[in-house]
């Protein structure tokens, strides 16, 4: 990092590296150096402000009203599936007083200049402008009083402007929304103390779960369009043949045979761009037809000679031995508190282990794709895009141009889980369109596209030692985690996990250990490393709350019981008591780490699921707790191991603080199908490289839950809280409890202690995997 | 080659080499979007539609196989009233998270429904095993399925 500690979510590193590339080219680029981590004689930053493009509250910017009565609003961030785009549109709606049905949602095209911050990951929407678009409504709403009172020449006191109209109190007289928006427009902005915000006793919308989603009736019908939907006069549709081992070169290639295929109209050659890969294009050979079937067929057509490089030796069986030698040495010490080391020396009852995570690939249902045209100069883009700006960024580059012409447009995306953060395949639009002289271009990736050219969730091994003391509870705590570091895929040569990446569920550990020694091996990346949804959070919590599990055994103590004595008595912990200068980019005041919510949500999970009640032969349960992205989850499984392994899983009951719940339906359904991947990461998920490929193509080979294998049932309780709490992350947190309350369950079941994810189903293999205890 | 197709009721021709699968001529040639992509094997049931009345994945299916039979896509779902209340059930069940998936999802459960108007969650096990959601909607859809089953039999 240049000497200089990482930025928030790593989102700065991205735009500097990127926009550092384009400096070198000649354009002068300045990137607000902010972020969460102060540098000497810097006043720290944290929240949105950290991130490029800020927070905008201005009512002009998200709300105009049209005269016959409906109410846009504009919703900047991306939606995924996370219902973004009811929740924040809702909650405009709420302190703007608009009737829900008149509430249209438009979607903003990138423009953090305009918008603010536009890059949505680190379950961050709702965490970051739920106040800005509380101020967006409730200064929208007094304009439209303020033009009102100026129409009829009254105090503005007099009025009151509630469900879609403006009342003066003394004359009964009332005028719609429809018929102020004109002169409401030009009222002067309030100023930002004069807004005033509801009381929450009088949200209508916020915390109800009572507004239509602003796409269902689109998507049930098919007519929502997400990226793959785009549809331009004479576009074609272009599939991309690219290098299998990350940084391989094209040496030559014959494309003949697929010129010959009809319905071709033309073979490009992107070229590679040099190493590290950031968010450009791998490079490689389009096909380009009037159909995506004949570019298929003329992909499978082309002849292709590749150099593979340096990469086409890796194999991620014996990287494994990397890593395993890696956690058995010291290495960079991350947080240190008393003298674990000695404590560990003078001996006691001893545990160890190792867990391992393999590399992941998001497999979002939609595969990446994006749609390019340019037309006098100007280059339009239609993508699936986590982060817009950096989107239009890579494309003002990559062609050469200036911001202003280029237009990103945000379409639906067909999930996500974080590989849409990284928009190389819009670069490959763009690129393909200027190759067309502008031509309208469709890229698809193909389902074996995606899987082989991801930006993976990092392969991790985690390595944890603990003596416990007389009375079972453990006197030290060893933990080191060897994983490849996402700052690779925009840095050469960047190895081991950085803070924002340790800082994910390894650092922030609130137990009560006297000794405690967390340490980082430096390990290389030899693949595109991205984010998956709750990233690095998945490995530390799967090995933190397994390890707890097998100590709790060890000691002969319930798990349950034990861990509510290891995080101890509610306190509100200063993160960087605990080493944790991070802190998801949050402030420490306003975001502690507070040891009352995270037993509460374990008391809640247990209680739900009656913790302890007698469990028929081969049925378990089994719980795990994890604090991240601000707040705390707590799954308790349960699960039936038949006689041939098979698993099966009845129920599910999470306890889930996230503080305020703006739409308690939309967190429901995020708890969900948090829990259904964490299922896949536990029992299916598996990437692997040999002679630098991935061995996966498709859902044959990369299996995920389908219905029969997923929960019967899955119970969600949301934690009572107030809007006096700042709210909490809901995207991602209810992802690391799910892999180690079902492999603490099948212990519980079995006396088998699954080390090595992922499991299989059925489980297979000898009693006990991984090491040995 | 010129293939005669029924598309939710309307007769199309169009021209496509015969082996296209019938899901990159409703995409790209008639513009029938709510019909998805997602492997290409047959594997993910995101393409799926009727071909009279049957439950197809079009990513597998040559556009010669399927000419002048009924076909209707996502887009023709709420001809009626089995089609109507399924989506019903989706809306008022919150089922959607990204949505990609879930037109597949309504016709593979639309199928099930029409020949299976009771179903048990082994039923609906079977009829969905083939459609996958990576957003995790599974519970959600079983709770649909069931609840548009109910509104079919006139209870709530």
């Not at chain 1, 540098?39 to 016959?68: C, H, K, Q, T």
């Not at chain 1, 319905?263 to 009037?290: C, D, F, K, S």
């Amino acid at each position: 990092m240049s000497g200089r500690k990482p930025g928030g979510e790593g989102t700065l590193t991205r735009r500097e590296v990127l926009k550092g590339a384009a400096a070198l080219g000649g354009l002068a680029l300045c990137v607000r150096r902010s972020g969460t981590i102060a540098l000497a004689g810097e006043a720290p930053v944290y929240g949105a402000a950290a991130f490029p493009g800020g927070v905008v509250d201005n009512p002009l910017v998200f709300v105009s009203i049209r005269p016959d009565d409906t109410v846009l609003v504009t919703v900047h961030r991306p939606e995924m599936g996370q219902g973004i785009r009811t929740s924040l549109a809702l909650v405009v709606a709420d302190e703007l007083e608009a009737e829900w049905p008149r509430v249209r949602v438009t979607q903003a095209p990138a423009d953090e200049a305009r918008y603010g911050s536009q890059d949505t990951d680190g379950s961050r929407s709702m965490r970051h402008f739920f106040e800005p678009m509380r101020r967006v409504g409730a200064a929208a709403r007094m304009m439209l009083a303020g033009a009102a009172a100026a129409r009829w020449d009254v105090p503005v006191s007099e009025v009151i402007a509630e469900r879609q109209q403006v009342l003066h109190r003394g004359t009964g007289r009332r005028l719609s929304y429809g018929d102020l928006a004109l002169e409401a427009m030009r009222q002067p902005l309030p100023e930002p103390k004069q807004v005033r915000l509801k009381d929450p006793a009088q949200f209508r919308y916020i915390g109800k779960s009572s507004t239509r989603s602003a796409d269902g009736a689109d998507i049930v019908a098919g007519r929502a369009v997400y990226g793959t939907d785009t549809r331009l006069d004479g576009m074609l549709h272009a599939v991309v043949a690219r290098p299998a081992v990350l940084g391989g070169k094209l040496v030559h290639y014959d494309a003949q045979a697929a010129l010959a295929v009809p319905g071709v109209v033309r073979v490009v050659e992107i070229a590679a761009h040099p190493m590290p890969a950031q968010y450009y294009p791998l490079g490689g050979v389009a096909v380009l037809a009037t159909n995506t079937w004949a570019a298929i067929k003329g992909r499978e057509a082309l002849k292709l000679q590749w150099d593979d490089g340096a990469n086409g030796s890796y194999d991620s069986r014996r990287f494994e031995a990397i890593l395993r030698s890696a956690v058995r040495q010291p290495a960079k010490v991350v947080r240190n508190q008393g003298d674990a080391m000695a404590a560990l020396r003078k001996g006691g009852r001893r545990i160890e282990a190792e867990y391992y995570l393999p590399f992941l690939a998001h497999a979002s249902m939609e595969p990446p794709a994006a749609t390019a045209r340019i037309v006098g100069g100007r280059c339009e883009v239609w993508a699936p895009v986590q982060a817009p700006q950096a989107t239009r960024d890579l494309v003002t580059s990559l062609l050469g141009m200036k911001e202003p012409d280029v237009t990103v447009h945000v379409t639906l995306l067909g999930g996500a889980f974080g590989r849409k953060s990284l928009p190389d395949f819009a670069g490959e639009a763009a690129l393909l369109s200027k190759a067309m002289q502008g031509r309208p271009v469709r890229v698809m990736w193909t389902r074996e596209d995606d899987i082989r050219h991801d930006y993976y969730q990092a392969v991790s091994l985690e390595r944890l030692e603990a003596v416990l003391g007389p009375d079972g509870m453990p006197l030290a705590w060893l933990h080191r985690s060897a994983a490849p570091t996402e700052n690779a895929t925009f840095e050469a040569g960047a190895e081991g996990e950085d803070q924002t990446e340790y800082g994910m569920g390894m650092i922030n550990v609130p137990l009560r250990i006297p000794n405690v020694r967390l340490e980082i091996p430096n390990v290389p990346a030899r693949t595109r490393i991205g984010w998956f949804r709750s990233v690095y959070n998945i490995a530390h919590g799967f090995a933190i709350q397994s390890f707890l599990d097998e100590l709790a055994h060890a000691a002969g103590r319930d798990p349950r019981a034990y861990q509510l004595d290891l995080i101890g008595p509610p306190r509100r912990i200063d993160p960087r008591s605990l080493s944790d200068e991070w802190n998801y980019g949050e402030s420490p005041v306003l975001y502690p780490l507070d040891t009352g919510r995270l037993r509460a949500v374990i008391e809640r999970a247990t209680l739900e699921a009656r913790w302890g009640r007698p469990m028929a032969k081969g049925h378990g349960l089994g719980l795990a707790a994890t604090y991240s992205f601000m707040s705390y989850a707590a799954a308790v499984i349960e699960v039936r191991v038949g006689a041939g392994g098979e698993i099966a899983i009845p129920r599910v009951d999470i306890a889930f603080d996230c503080g305020p719940q703006v739409n308690p339906d939309r967190i429901r359904a995020q708890l969900e199908g948090a829990c259904i991947m964490g299922l896949t990461v536990a029992m299916r998920g598996e990437i692997t490289f040999k002679e630098g490929r991935v061995q996966q193509s498709n859902f044959n080979d990369y299996p995920v839950l389908r219905m029969p294998e997923a929960p019967r049932e899955i119970r969600v309780h949301l934690q009572p809280s107030s809007f006096a709490v700042p709210p909490g992350g809901v995207g991602e947190p209810g992802l690391p409890p799910i892999a180690p309350a079902l492999c603490n369950a099948i212990f519980a079941a079995t006396g088998r202690r699954l080390r090595r994810l992922p499991i299989g189903n059925p489980l297979s293999g000898p009693a006990a995997e991984g090491s040995s205890t | 080659m010129q293939t005669e197709l029924s598309v939710n009721g309307r007769p199309v021709k169009v021209e496509a080499a015969p082996d296209t699968p019938l899901l990159w001529v409703l995409r790209d040639e008639l513009g029938l979007t709510g019909t998805k992509y997602g492997c290409g094997m047959g594997l993910c049931g995101a393409c799926v539609v009727h071909v009279a009345g049957q439950p197809v994945r079009t990513c597998v299916t040559p556009v010669s196989a399927v000419a002048g039979k009924p076909i209707t896509t996502v887009e023709g779902v709420e001809r009626d009233r089995l089609g109507r209340t399924v989506q019903e059930a989706w809306l008022a069940m919150g089922v959607p998270q990204c949505g990609y998936c879930q037109a597949g999802q309504i016709m593979s459960a639309v199928a099930l429904l029409r020949r299976s108007p009771h179903p048990t969650d082994a039923d609906i096990d079977s009829a969905m095993a083939g459609n996958i959601c990576r957003c995790g909607t599974y519970p959600r859809i079983r709770a649909a399925i069931h609840r548009a089953a109910g509104q079919l039999r006139g209870s709530p």
